[in-house]
């Protein structure tokens, strides 16, 4: 299998202060959890922002800020820009931030969903803005993946030219509205990739553990942090994102699997290295 990558997700859309006080929102928060995951092996920083006062955004100088100070504190890191940033954005607003800082990687939800008491909106029309945006800035898809529906999509954008192959693919496991979190229901996703594919995976709250581990067993990639999980062990909150990140690593140290450095990860997504 090739060597384990790393990917930390510190804030997203959904956690709140109200679910854990260590959740970080501000720029110089966020890159001190990146900072802090990177050197306990994390190689890809997945970008979420927020408001002052903690609201999800994707107000273009919040990312310009979050991402600059990521970049000063981890110059090499991969950075993967969320396209969602939550419910009820507009198609441009959605996109403007990869056009303008122009990040290695961006997700790329591959449907309409029910998504906890909301709907995650990505029509088609976005998604083919979204695609052709990433192909004319020379930004790698994430293509996030919570149902198998979803795969059988993104194989029609690809065979369309909105998406190019490999695609890296992100299983998102027991989002509420979205497939649950069982052995059974990854390894259905991960057999319906295209062949070629590589791919990370996660689970939500009570399925970390059991998804991470299948995962790294399976030949995939993993991503951990406080936008998936808030909880170390049961009732025991997490106070820095880089717990999540050693935890992996005692498990790939436990299964054998070797982890990845920023260059080999870069190497095993077709990214260039970093100027």
């Not at 976005?126 to 898809?141: D, T």
Request: include cysteine.
């Amino acid at each position: 299998m090739e060597k384990l990558i790393i990917t930390v997700a510190c804030t997203g859309a959904m956690t709140t202060k109200e679910n854990t006080p260590y959740l970080p929102t501000q720029p110089e928060e966020i890159a001190e959890e990146v900072l802090m995951a990177y050197q306990a092996g994390a190689v890809i920083a997945h970008v979420h922002v927020r408001t002052v006062d903690h609201k999800a955004t994707m107000a273009l100088d919040r990312f310009e800020k979050t991402v600059g100070l990521i970049r000063e504190k981890c110059p090499d890191i991969i950075i993967n820009m969320t396209s969602s940033g939550g419910l009820g954005f507009g198609d441009e607003e959605r996109i403007l931030p990869h056009t303008v800082l122009k990040p290695e990687m961006g997700t790329f939800d591959a449907g309409t969903m029910n998504f906890y008491r909301g709907v995650f909106t990505n029509s088609p029309e976005f998604l083919e803005k979204l695609g052709k945006a990433y192909i004319e800035n020379g930004i790698k898809p994430e293509v996030e993946i919570f149902d198998s529906g979803m795969v059988w999509n993104a194989k029609r954008l690809l065979k369309d030219g909105f998406l190019q192959a490999p695609i890296h693919w992100q299983c998102c496991m027991h989002v509420h509205g979205g497939m649950e979190g069982t052995a059974r229901n990854l390894v259905h996703l991960v057999d319906s990739l295209p062949e070629g594919s590589t791919w990370s995976a996660f689970g939500c709250g009570p399925t970390a553990n059991l998804i991470m581990a299948m995962a790294i067993n399976m030949g995939g990639h993993v991503r951990v942090g406080m936008e998936d999980n808030v909880y170390l062990s049961k009732g025991v909150l997490a106070k820095h994102n880089y717990e999540f990140v050693e935890k992996v690593q005692r498990l790939a140290a436990e299964f054998g699997r070797p982890v990845a450095n920023v260059a080999e990860a870069r190497q095993i997504l077709g990214l260039p290295p970093r100027n």
